[in-house]
């Protein structure tokens, strides 16, 4: 993988780890029950993919 692309990579994981959290602070401080916890569930989902995107742009 190129410079660039792995540039482009880590940027997105950043940004969905910035989604992330952004999900979970809205998911704890505005909603209650099942809504909280699928909101959780996403924010976590995408913190995953952002993760995986950061180690992806490292190897």
Avoid: E, N, P, Q
């Avoid at 540039?7 to 910035?18: E, H």
């Avoid at 989604?19 to 916890?37: E, P």
């Avoid at 913190?47 to 992806?56: P, T």
């Amino acid at each position: 993988m190129d410079a660039m692309t792995k540039m482009w990579v880590s940027l997105f994981g950043i940004g969905m780890m910035a989604i992330a959290a952004l999900l979970i602070t809205f998911a704890r401080l505005k909603t209650k029950g099942v809504v909280k916890f699928i909101i959780s569930l996403v924010a976590f989902i995408v913190l995953i993919i952002g993760f995986i995107c950061g180690i992806i742009s490292i190897i």
